[in-house]
């Protein structure tokens, strides 16, 4: 994640300017190797139409051998050529799913941030139906029907784990299509500090995370950690780890407020 963020976390405002040159970088290479590609496949069309038609007069003039010569030069030229640019298109994909990972977070941190007057579960939990949009219309409408809020607040995975809210498809009481969304999406998981959520905070979560997978063999959509504040250690720690888990961790700043 290094590779793209470079000195700059999710929240920088910066980022959007960054994105649009690094995308602009990405099309400039792959047009250049695209056309030299096409520079390369000319003559190899020519030198083979040449041949296929046996245009006599030509083939005299050049000779079989230089044609073949030519045929095997400009060939293998252009199998380096796709090489490299299928190696290009390769890396640009990485670059772009990671980030479009980077914008749909942000879009999930401002809807959480626009949804929530508090820090508490109950406001999570709404803000949840209200920005994530793969499964907010089946949880607001489950939310309507029911208003049950507190099978997801509290849920206890074992005597030692327990996490603040949880959405996954093995919620007993849930209508079909939740747990439809659910078992596409992923488990939503949150996490509510008090106080400020710091690298270490980040780490112990990540572990529940991967205890939660191991045991319950659900696969984690939205793995979230709300706080009043969030350090830069923090920040650093999800932009730059390498651990599939760690670095998929949402973080979102919400000052505390009293009820």
């Known amino acids: 994640m290094g590779e793209i963020y470079g000195d700059k976390t999710s929240r920088s405002p910066v ?8 995308a602009s970088e990405l099309i400039r290479g792959i047009s250049k190797r695209l056309v ?6 000319c003559p190899l069309f020519l030198f083979s139409t040449i041949d296929a038609l046996r245009l006599t007069g030509i083939k005299n003039i050049l000779g079989d051998q230089v ?7 400009f060939s ?12 290009s298109l390769l890396h640009s ?21 626009i949804s929530m007057n508090k820090l508490s579960k109950k406001e999570a939990l709404t803000a949840i139906a209200e920005s994530v949009e793969e499964i907010g219309q089946p949880l607001r409408r489950y939310f309507s029907d029911s208003r049950d809020l507190k099978k997801f607040i509290d849920v206890r995975l074992s005597k030692e784990i327990e996490f603040d809210i949880l959405l996954d498809k ?32 980040v780490t112990i979560f990540s572990r529940l995370l991967s205890y939660y997978a191991k045991e319950t063999k659900n696969y984690v959509g939205l793995p979230v950690i709300m706080g009043e504040d969030v350090s830069d250690s923090a920040y650093n720690l999800v932009n730059t780890s390498h651990d599939d888990v760690i ?3 949402v973080l979102v700043e919400m000052p505390l407020m009293q009820s």
């Open 170 to 201: 093995d919620i007993t009481g849930i209508p079909d299509d939740l747990r439809n969304v659910l078992k596409e999406y992923g488990a939503v998981i949150i996490k509510i500090e008090s106080g400020v959520v710091d690298a270490d905070k």
């Open 76 to 87: 293998g030229c252009l199998l380096v050529l796709v090489v490299f640019l299928f190696h």
């Open 247 to 249: 670095k998929r961790i």
């Open 67 to 73: 044609i073949d010569n030519a045929v095997v030069i």
């Open 15 to 22: 980022m959007p300017t960054s994105y649009a040159h690094q």
């Open 93 to 113: 994909k990485r670059i772009l799913s990671r980030w479009a990972d980077v914008f749909e977070r942000n879009s999930i941190i401002a809807g959480l941030n």
């Open 36 to 41: 030299l590609v096409i520079i390369f496949l």
